[in-house]
């Protein structure tokens, strides 16, 4: 429903630990990657680089606290990765991973905020590139990585990984001694996929392979010896949005959505607060669609 393509995939569910999972994985899941795929998408034209510049913006509003536009920007898209990253309070030389970086915006959000040890790496990339000596996004997948890193973190990615073992795995290889890991998933231990099911948008079939309950995700921690230092529920407005878009058959990338033709968001305005409080409501009570989870190695 992303791009309409209109496609069917079998998943089934845990009747343990409640993980929803793919049945079938895509032999080729390029196709399900294009260019104009979010996190990789190129801004061409007057109005996709205002749209560009607007979520830069936003996401440095999220860290800093600072500038009228990001604000405005942020209440109506908001973004709650790197407002995350600041709570860590981490030092300004700490080494930063960001795994499934896409084009290393979180990252380069980070760099203009004085971080100077930032590597980003995702396997659908269409090659390396560099934004400076201290700032890396290659075109890498997680488990051929090397080196260690005091913050590693996952927005939005884990769930796209077809081998959820090895990806924790990977995160406490990596991990420095005092290190952190910041994952961030949609979960089914939500009230969205109880109300959507399969018009959630957070299920994004079929480049979630795994969507997790909170126990899966337990599960897994445990298996590498990583505690559980903290989970914080984020989801935003785009759960109900999306979701009912879905259910009238608009995909995300149509020129109906709200994700293509923003200056609708302004003339649903009011609709769009109340979604929000819904949301903070829901995330107050543990049941939002998205979370944020803190981990560390057991000493």
């Given at each position: 429903m992303m791009f309409g393509t209109g496609d069917k995939f079998d998943y089934f569910?845990?009747?343990?630990?409640?993980?929803?999972?793919?049945?079938?994985?895509?032999?080729?899941?390029?196709?399900?990657?294009?260019?104009?795929?979010?996190?990789?998408?190129?801004?061409h034209g007057w109005m996709a680089n205002l749209k560009e510049r607007a979520l830069f913006r936003r996401d440095r509003f999220a860290y800093s606290g600072r500038g009228i536009l990001g604000r405005i920007v942020f209440g109506f898209s908001p973004n709650?990765?790197?407002?995350?990253?600041?709570?860590?309070?981490?030092?300004?030389?700490?080494?930063?991973?960001?795994?499934?970086?896409?084009d290393g915006r979180n990252i380069r959000v980070l760099a203009r905020c004085g971080y100077t040890c930032l590597t980003g790496i995702d396997p659908y990339l269409s090659g390396d590139a560099e934004f400076g000596p201290n700032l890396k996004v290659w075109k890498r997948s997680m488990e051929a990585l090397q080196g260690e890193f005091d913050l590693v973190m996952l927005h939005h990615s884990l769930e796209h990984m077809s081998d959820q073992r090895l990806a924790f795995a990977s995160i406490a290889r990596l991990l420095a001694p005092r290190g952190i890991s910041l994952i961030r998933v949609p979960t089914v231990s939500s009230y969205a996929w109880e109300r959507y099911r399969i018009h959630w948008v957070g299920l994004d079939a079929p480049r979630h392979f795994f969507l997790h309950?909170?126990?899966?995700?337990?599960?897994?921690?445990?298996?590498?010896?990583?505690?559980?230092?903290?989970?914080?529920?984020?989801?935003?407005?785009?759960?109900?949005?999306?979701?009912?878009?879905?259910?009238?058959?608009?995909?995300?990338?149509?020129t109906d959505s709200l994700l293509m033709n923003p200056v609708k968001l302004v003339f649903r305005y009011g609709k769009i607060k109340e979604m929000g409080k819904r949301a903070a409501i829901l995330n107050n009570e543990g049941r939002g669609d998205q979370i944020a989870m803190l981990l560390a190695k057991e000493s």
């Open positions: 569910q845990c009747s343990k630990c409640g993980c929803l999972q793919i049945l079938e994985m895509p032999v080729d899941m390029s196709k399900y990657y294009p260019a104009g795929y979010y996190s990789f998408a190129e801004t709650p990765a790197l407002i995350h990253v600041r709570d860590l309070g981490l030092p300004l030389d700490a080494r930063v991973l960001d795994v499934g970086s896409g309950s909170i126990q899966s995700l337990r599960t897994l921690a445990d298996e590498v010896n990583l505690r559980i230092k903290s989970i914080t529920w984020d989801s935003t407005v785009f759960q109900f949005w999306a979701s009912d878009q879905y259910e009238k058959g608009i995909p995300l990338n149509s």
